[in-house]
């Protein structure tokens, strides 16, 4: 990393993408202000839905994309001012396999590596094929190899360089369980032996369990970047919805509701931290403010919940 540079491995300011529709009057706007940093030594999630700006993003900072606005460094270098290293220091996989079906496994990183000009001897394509569990297809065609061992090949044609940070868009999009887990334990290791990894799934159970900090984009904009546990934590959050006897104009307060809202008149859905209270004490103080309950329906929210509930809300 550069003197100059704080400990993040990506630094995004104010990143803005709009694309120009053909036959379109507006713009459409992909990328709005994006701010955030990925540490480094993370293992940092990049979540959205689809069409959310994640692919931008990333093809901003692998250079095939040019950005409307804003500004980003990797590793310490600004991708506008040093291009150069700014790309020698990411490797990217991308959702697409791209490489020659005509040549073999170690034919393709042997090129790769030669693209970004690593010199022969520092050259490691048959390590880089072992730690995928592809050095006994080293010399098969890359058009023989399944679906999986191809993404793990796109894995190691990411690392010929050996980058310090590796972007990984989508991996395990349509790859089995079984492959996706020797997948995940190869990206761990990159990480304990210090490769500061971003990637973006769909998998919410995936990024839960790997990524230390979870970023979330939704229409172009960053609407959540927290450590994972804290986004976690906020599935502590669980939801009752009261029926009550009688007819509400507004919603009645209490210390232990973290949010309530009136649906109608005569539904309150109420929001309170598991941790802090529980459903007894949530009804009581709806019973304390004169209103007879008439049923009660409860909903314990997850990973996959908060991310809906931000992402709706966006
Ligand atoms: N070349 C382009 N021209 C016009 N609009 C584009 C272009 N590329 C992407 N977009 C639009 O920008 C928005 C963001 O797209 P992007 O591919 O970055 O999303 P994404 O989060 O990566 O989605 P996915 O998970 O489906 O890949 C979408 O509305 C998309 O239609």
Known sequence: MTS???????????????????????????LDDVSFDVPAG?????????????STLINILAGLVNKTGGQASIWGFDIDAHPRNAKASIGIVNQEITFDPFFTPIETLEIQAGLYGVPKRERRS???LRAVHLDDKANAYARTLSGGMKRRLMVAKAMVHAPPVLVLDEPT?????????????????????????????HYLEEAEELCDRIAIINHGRLIANQPTRELVGMAQEKVVSVTIDRDLTQ????????????????VLEITYRKNKVNAGEVLAAIADNGLGIVDVSTKEPDLEDVFLHLTRAG
Not at 42 to 54: M, Q, T, W
Not at 254 to 264: D, H, M, Q
Request: charged share 20%; proline share 2%.
């Open 42 to 54: 993370s293992i940092f999630g990049l979540l959205g839905p689809n069409g959310a700006g994640k």
């Open 126 to 128: 048959m390590e880089l």
């Open 251 to 266: 919603a009645p307060a209490a210390a232990c509701f973290e949010k309530i809202a009136l649906k109608g008149t005569r």
């Open 4 to 30: 100059d540079s704080s400990s993040a491995a990506i630094s995004i300011q104010g990143l803005c993408k709009t694309y120009q529709v053909k036959g379109q009057a507006e713009d459409k706007r992909a």
């Open 173 to 201: 999009a349509g790859v089995d369980i079984e492959l996706r887990q020797q997948l995940w334990a190869y990206v761990r290791e990159l990480n304990q032996a210090g490769v500061t990894v971003v990637l973006t799934t």
